[in-house]
DNA sequence: AAACAAAGTTTCAAATAATGAAACTAGTTT
DNA sequence: AAACTAGTTTCATTATTTGAAACTTTGTTT
């Protein structure tokens, strides 16, 4: 899996960066290398050009590399740019304080849930669900919900990025039981996780809609069994989906060309 | 100024990739290249490149591009594994209870001042909507605090990326009113913006050195005149700059072998 | 200290991919 | 319908990437 789909010199240095972030922690030359198919010296020049790109940096004391600053800079422009992120910001901020738990914000890139923005919950377990962090899409609740509204093209292109890792003993292990699920959420509304990414993490979420159809990300509220079972999460349904409708007209509106 | 130091390729598209979020916005096809050297189609395919590698986001309604979701997966990661960041999280929330003002985590990146974390002075979050963010080095209190404990090669590098733009009446505008200040900052041990980079806004900026005397980045507490002047915020300079201490020798001892 | 091993770097001819002028298509305006 | 603009494709030329092999540096063992 990955973004490799022959787009020259440009698609194969940035598979070389997805590589090395793979790692989650500075890595030598050589670690990089045993695990690639490129050859040393091409392998090598790329790192060298995405090191002078401060999109990776190095480390002489180590000799290793990790991503590097630059990307600090183009994320948050990616953050700002974006039709969703900045819209929901007050949203969530509001979200938040009636609920009192934990509210996550997410879209899906590459067949991966990714988090946009987060709110912790006051009484503050931390979710470890940051910005720019990733998760699959077939056992979260943002993941399946995305999942069940989108067309059938890109949903079956998505389910075949899906590792069906049992994650617990409640994860969907097949295509198969997960499909069957998705009628329920549309029909619902809204998509639980029961427990299928991490044993005592439970969520509610809701698809966020432009154009009336298209899913351009989802909501959730997120909390542990200790404080609420899922019958308790259900009581959130009703402002949960309409936040994630408001923020779908503000979305759509912002996009409308009145606004530029 | 940029990065295109003949990175062949690679340079080149993320010279595009750059090019494309300094506009700020979505922008058309057509706006990119009449700011571009690159030929019509050269430019076409990169912008093509960079949207299939999702680098670029691409509106089918607007027909718009602006940096992709890849990003902040990327940033989320470049963050996580930065020696720095991490490391000065508690700290940053240690010194931004104490204080209780706005306390800002900066590092270079190409000539300009890059915040690597922030807090605020209520109480706030760390989402890509601060972590990101750049500001010029010449005019900002953690830019200068750097600049004047950088070795010279460096220095004089990073001096020659300087646009000195007066932002206020208080803006260095040259090289060699900058370089007298370098003294007195390292005399003193911290830097001042005195409303130099916006009116009304001052801070006091201290070096985070590993190693004893190699500069890695800078903390600051920045504040409003109206709630403090320049020899107020001066009492914050023990705090600070102990607060700074801690942390490169943190940040050290997380590089050391011991550790791994 | 010498010999060895491993990691990192450079070379250079062959292979491949990027290049860009021009042509073409789709969508708008006159 | 013609003229215009923005976006896309073509294709021969050109420049860049490629990778086996050789080389250098660094660290470890005898």
């Known amino acids: 899996m990955g973004y490799e789909t022959g787009d020259g010199t440009v698609g194969k240095a940035l598979g070389v ?7 989650g922690r500075p890595v030598r030359f050589s670690e ?17 050009s995405l090191t002078n790109q401060n999109m990776l940096s190095y480390d002489p004391d180590r ?5 590097g600053l630059r990307l600090l800079r183009l994320a948050h422009s990616a953050w700002e740019q974006s039709s969703l992120a900045p819209v929901a910001r007050p949203f969530l901020d509001a979200l938040s304080n009636e609920v009192g738990e934990a509210v996550h914000l997410a879209q ?12 912790k919950a006051q009484a503050g377990f931390d979710t470890l669900a940051q910005a720019g962090q990733v998760a699959p899409a077939y056992c979260t609740g943002v ?3 995305i999942l069940a509204y989108m067309d059938d093209a890109r949903r079956t292109r998505a389910l075949q990025q899906q ?30 996780d029961r427990e299928e990414h991490e044993a005592g993490i439970i969520s509610i979420a809701a698809p966020i809609l432009t154009h009336g159809d298209r899913v351009i990300g989802a909501l959730s509220i997120a909390t542990t069994t200790q404080r609420h079972c899922i019958n308790g999460l259900g009581g959130f349904r009703a402002t949960l989906s309409e936040t994630a409708v408001k923020i779908g007209a503000e979305a759509r509106s912002w996009q409308s060309p009145t606004t530029v």
């Open 17 to 23: 960066l997805d590589h090395v972030a793979s790692f």
């Open 32 to 48: 990089v290398l045993t695990q690639s198919d490129l050859p040393k010296p091409t392998l090598y020049r790329f790192i060298q």
């Open 63 to 67: 000799q290793t590399y990790a991503p």
């Open 108 to 119: 899906i890139d590459n067949g991966q849930v990714l988090f946009i923005d987060k709110r």
């Open 143 to 145: 993941g399946k919900v």
């Open 163 to 192: 590792a069906f890792l049992a994650y617990t003993a409640a994860t969907h292990t097949s295509v198969a039981t997960l499909e069957r699920e998705f009628d329920a959420i549309r029909a619902e509304g809204v998509a639980f």
